[in-house]
């Protein structure tokens, strides 16, 4: 849980959603959405938005940010 698509991919799979079901819900492709899992994209805020809000988590815990 180190990265954005470390904490991305763990938040999907909790939602129980696919790669494809994820991507379509973010209305990004599967392979950007692959990219951005193995950390070889960097995730746009438009982007992270939108797949914090398919997977149910906030954008703050996407990017690791600690509650203060």
């Known amino acids: 849980d180190n990265s954005v698509g470390d904490r991305l991919n763990a938040a999907r799979k909790g939602a129980n959603l696919s790669i494809r079901a ?12 692959h990219r951005i899992l193995h950390g070889q994209q960097e995730v746009r805020a438009s982007e992270l938005t939108r797949l914090s809000a398919a997977v ?10 600690q509650a203060a």
């Not at 994820?22 to 959405?33: D, E, F, K, P």
């Open 22 to 33: 994820l991507a379509a819900a973010a209305g990004i492709s599967t392979s950007a959405l």
């Open 56 to 65: 149910g988590v906030s954008s703050s815990h996407l990017l690791g940010e």
